[in-house]
C-alpha cells in the first residue's frame, strides 16, 4: 500500500510569511498530487491538481511543485484566512490516499 | 450552482446498517466518477470508495471493504453509500465529492464536494 506523509504535522506563521509544506509518497505517483485545504467544521476544498495546477478561484499566493515522490504546496504570502488543515492527495493508484494533514496557525 | 448535497446519517447501534445520500445539481452527474470520504472527529481525511461515471466498476479502501456499498442512480443525479455491519470506528462525517480530470480513477481531482454528513456508531 502507498503511504502518503506530510511535514511538518502544524507550524505557526505570520501574516505575509512563505509557507512550505511537504508531501512525500512512499513510491512514485507521477504527478497525480492534489492538494486541499480545510477549515474548521468545513469540507475540504481543492486549492491545486496534479501538482502544480491553481484550481479556479484559489489565489495565486498558493503553489505546488513536485513529481516522483516529493511535491510543495507554498503559500507566498500568508493571510489571516489561510488558517486551515492543509492535506495532500494521491491519485495514482486506486487506493487515493490522503496525507495526515499540515495545520497551519497565524501568529 | 454545482451542489452537492449529503444526507442520511445519523446514530445507528454497532452492527446494524445505514444508507447515505448526495443528491447533485447544476452538472451533468452521469459524466462523473464520484467518491465518499469521511473523517473521524478529531482525525483527518480518509478515503472511502469510488465509482466510474458509468458505474462499471467500484473500489473501497480496506476498511470497509465487503461492509459497504457505493452506487449511484443517474435518473436522480443521486450517490448512494450502503453501510453495513457498521463498527464504532466507522463514526465520521462522511463527505461525498465529485470527480474531474481522471480516467477511470488514475488523476482523479475532487473539486466539488457536499456540506457532509455525520455518522456515530454507538450502543
Known amino acids: 500500500d502507498i503511504q502518503m506523509t506530510q511535514s511538518p504535522s502544524s507550524l505557526s506563521a505570520s501574516v505575509g510569511d512563505r509557507v512550505t509544506i511537504t508531501c512525500r509518497a512512499s513510491?512514485?505517483?507521477?504527478?497525480?498530487l492534489n492538494w486541499y485545504q480545510q477549515k474548521p467544521g468545513k469540507a475540504p476544498r481543492l486549492l491545486i491538481y496534479t501538482a502544480s495546477n491553481l484550481q479556479s478561484g484559489v489565489p495565486s499566493r498558493f503553489s505546488g511543485s513536485g513529481s516522483g515522490t516529493d511535491f510543495t504546496l507554498i503559500i507566498s504570502s500568508l493571510q489571516p484566512e489561510d488558517f486551515a488543515t492543509y492535506y495532500c492527495?494521491?491519485?495514482?493508484?486506486?487506493?487515493?490516499?490522503f496525507g495526515p494533514g499540515t495545520e497551519v496557525e497565524i501568529k | 450552482q454545482e451542489q452537492l448535497v449529503d444526507s442520511g446519517g445519523g446514530v445507528v447501534q454497532p452492527g446494524r446498517s445505514l444508507r447515505l445520500s448526495c443528491a447533485a445539481s447544476?452538472?451533468?452527474?452521469?459524466?462523473?466518477?464520484m467518491h465518499w470520504v469521511r473523517q473521524a472527529p478529531g482525525k483527518g481525511l480518509e478515503w472511502v470508495a469510488v465509482?466510474?461515471?458509468?458505474?462499471?466498476?467500484?473500489y473501497y479502501a480496506d476498511s470497509v471493504k465487503g461492509r459497504f456499498t457505493i452506487s449511484r442512480d443517474d435518473s436522480k443525479s443521486t450517490l448512494f453509500l450502503q453501510m453495513n455491519s457498521l463498527r464504532a470506528e466507522d463514526t465520521a462525517v462522511y463527505y461525498c465529492a465529485r470527480a474531474v480530470r481522471g480516467k477511470n480513477g488514475k488523476g482523479d481531482v475532487l473539486d466539488i464536494w457536499g456540506q457532509g454528513t455525520m455518522v456515530t456508531v454507538s450502543s
Open positions: 513510491q512514485s505517483i507521477n504527478n497525480y
Open positions: 465509482i466510474w461515471n458509468d458505474g462499471s466498476d467500484k
Open positions: 447544476g452538472f451533468t452527474f452521469r459524466n462523473h466518477g
Open positions: 492527495q494521491e491519485s495514482n493508484n486506486l487506493s487515493f490516499t
